[in-house]
């Protein structure tokens, strides 16, 4: 299977409006490129690529980058991930709002990926926490955001 965020040609899955609510409540919507808390050219619901100064969007322009961003850092994320289409719902979502967060190498390396290889989904979970700094420091809204999908995640594993 290569995306649980859309059925094909379909529309978007139960995953993937998660994914939507969940990733794009976090990064919020902005119009017009702005630098993020550590200096990086970011637009739309933290879009990074391609980003520059003097940008702007409109909403439909945001919402497709979103689902096409999603899709890719997905595709990504699963290729780290020795069985996919074995994590529940809840935590693969959580698992892709961090693969978007913090990008597919970070993500890859990631303790949360690490334990979910061994079937430690629960420790997994618990391991979003690990991952609330940026440019050498503790944000607190990435605390918040973290929280948030460990929650999310944890339902899943129940």
């Known amino acids: ?58 909403k439909a322009q945001c919402d497709t980058m979103l689902i096409d961003g999603l899709e890719d850092f997905e595709a990504g994320m699963r290729a780290c991930l020795a069985r996919p289409d074995a994590i529940p719902e809840k935590p693969y979502v959580a698992f892709l709002s961090l693969a978007y967060n913090v990008g597919v190498g970070t993500f890859c390396r990631s303790s949360v990926a690490k334990k979910a290889n061994t079937g430690d989904l629960r420790g997994a979970c618990d391991a979003l926490m690990l991952y609330v700094n940026a440019g050498g420091r503790r944000i607190q809204g990435l605390v918040n955001r973290r929280t948030a999908e460990r929650k999310l995640c944890l339902e899943g594993v129940r």
């Open 1 to 58: 299977m290569a995306s649980r965020l859309r059925k094909a040609g379909i529309g978007l899955t139960a995953a993937g409006g998660l994914a939507i609510a969940l990733v794009g409540g976090w990064e919020g919507l902005k119009l017009a490129s702005y630098r993020d808390v550590i200096g990086v050219w970011t637009a739309c619901y933290g879009e990074t690529r391609g980003i520059k100064p003097g940008m702007r969007f409109t």
